[in-house]
């Protein structure tokens, strides 16, 4: 139960890139790599699944 909660805080902390408008979905496991990729793909306005 606490590792959805991390996941889900993980997807808000990158989802505050974009202005909440685009809610990425992070794939498991959620690697630092991963967060990245989101964060990157975010800030170029693309929204697909990492």
Not at 21 to 26: G, S
């Amino acid at each position: 139960m606490l590792a959805a909660a991390v996941v889900e805080a993980l997807s808000m902390a990158v989802a505050s890139v974009a202005n909440y408008e685009i809610c990425p979905k992070l794939a498991t496991p959620v690697t630092p790599e991963r967060v990245l990729l989101a964060v990157d793909r975010l800030a170029e306005g693309k929204s697909d699944q990492w």
